[in-house]
C-alpha cells in the first residue's frame, strides 16, 4: 500500500464523523464540589455544572464529547474562564488551560472565538472538535499570541470546504501577533485550514492540513489592508499538507523574513486554472529567507512556485515525485542542494535570463529543465540528461559589448541589443572572468 493510500484509510473513521476514541479521562472521586466556584468563574458568573472536574476541563460546564450533544457553550465557558484567569486580577490562579479529554466535541459558534492560551486535548488521535458550518461559516478560532494548541484535531463537519478553522492574528488583525505555536493539530475541510496573518515567531510542529481550499494561508496585506503587512520567523516542522486545493499559500506586500520548512510533506495539490491562466499547488511571495530542507512533493501536478517577488530560496534536500515541479519567477536567487526527481514533470522552470541560480549534488534527469539563467553554477548536478561538475555556459542578452565587462563560462552567448553588423553575437571563447569575448 502507498503511503498516501494509508493516509487515506487512517481518515476513514474520522471523515464519517464518529467518536474517535471514548472519554478516558476520570473525575476524580470526592465529596462534591471537589473544585468550587473559581474567582474567574464568579466575576464571569458562571456556575460549574460539574465540579469533580478542575477549571479550565471542558467537562466542568457541561461538555459530553459524545458526537451529537452541541458543546459550545461549554467551550465558551471553559475558555472565557481561562481568559478571565489569566488577567492582572486572576492571574495568580494559574489556571489558564481549557483542556478537551479524549471525544468528539459538537461545535456550532455564532462568532469567533479568541484564545491567549493553551488548548490542550488528550491525545490529536482521540480528541476531536467537530465544527458545524450549517449556520456559521466565518472563523472559527483566532489565536492572538503567546499562546499554544496542541493534540487537537479540527475537522469542519462534512469537509465542506467552509469557514476559516484556524487563524494567528491579534485581535485587531491591523497589528502584529507573536510567539504562537500549534503543536500536533491536525486541521480539515476548511475553505481556509489555518491563516497567518501579521506575525512573528510562529512554530507549526507536526501538524497536518488536509481537504480545504487553502492549507495553509498567510497573505496579511488582503487580511487586512494597510502599511507594514508582512511576517517574519515561520517554522514549520515535519507538517503535513495535502489534498487541498492550494496546500501552502504566501504573499506579502512589504519584504519578509525566514520562513522555514523542516522535513515534512507537500503532496496531492492542484490549484485549478485560474483567469491569469496560473497554477500552482504552493505560493510563494515576497519572502527572503525561504528555506525547504529535507521536504518530500509527490502527486500535485501544478508547480511550487516562486514568484517574481520571492527573492531568496533554498532547497536543501527536496524530493519531487510526480508533481509539477519548481517554478522560479524573473530575478529570484535560488540555491538547490541534493535535489532528486523521479518523473518527466519534475521539472525546473521559468527561466527568463534573469534568475541566479546554484545546483549541487542534484539530479535533473529528464529534458526540458530551464537553463536560461543569468548565472548558473551546477557541481556534480544532472540536468537535461547531462552532467556538469563547473559552471553552466548560458544565452545572455544587454546592451553594450559584453568584453571587461560580464563574468560568464566559456561558451555563453551573448545578444547586443543595440548592436551593429558584426558586433551583435559574441562568444565566450576564452578565460573564466569578464574577458574572451569574441564578436561574430
Known sequence: MRRRDISAALWATATAGTTLAPL???????????????????????????????????????????????????????????????????????????????????????????????????????????????????????????????????????????GLGVRIAASDPTQFTGQVRLTRVWVQGFGTNIQADRSFLVTLDQVRSEYGNYGFYCQPGAAAPGPNAYITTHLHLNCYYASNAVNVFYQTDVASNNVTFIGGANESATKPFGADGSSYSSYFGNISGLHFIDLYCENQPAALVISAAGRDVTFDGLYLNGTGGIYLGSNVSARFVGVRTTTSTDLVTGGDGTQTVSMERCSWPSAGNSTDFATATLVQTAINGTFYSSTLPALRQGTGSPQGVLTAPVGTLYLRTDGTTGATLYVKETGTGNTGWIAK
Open 24 to 162: 478516558r479521562a476520570q473525575a476524580q472521586s470526592c465529596t462534591l464540589p471537589c473544585y468550587p466556584q473559581t474567582p474567574a468563574e464568579a466575576a464571569l458568573g458562571i456556575s460549574p455544572v460539574a465540579t469533580q472536574y478542575p477549571a479550565g476541563d471542558v467537562r466542568r460546564y457541561g461538555a459530553t464529547g459524545n458526537g451529537s450533544t452541541d458543546d459550545t457553550v461549554a467551550i465558551t465557558q471553559a475558555n472565557a474562564v481561562a481568559m478571565e484567569a489569566a488577567t492582572v486580577a486572576h492571574s495568580a490562579q494559574n489556571n489558564t488551560r481549557v483542556f478537551f479529554p479524549a471525544g468528539t466535541y459538537l461545535y456550532q459558534p455564532s462568532a469567533t472565538l479568541q484564545i491567549g492560551h493553551q488548548w490542550e486535548g488528550e491525545s490529536v488521535e482521540s480528541t476531536l472538535i467537530l465544527c458545524n458550518t450549517a449556520g456559521y461559516t466565518g472563523e472559527f478560532f483566532r489565536l492572538t499570541g503567546s499562546c499554544e494548541m496542541r493534540n487537537l484535531f479540527i475537522k469542519c463537519q462534512n469537509l465542506v470546504q467552509h
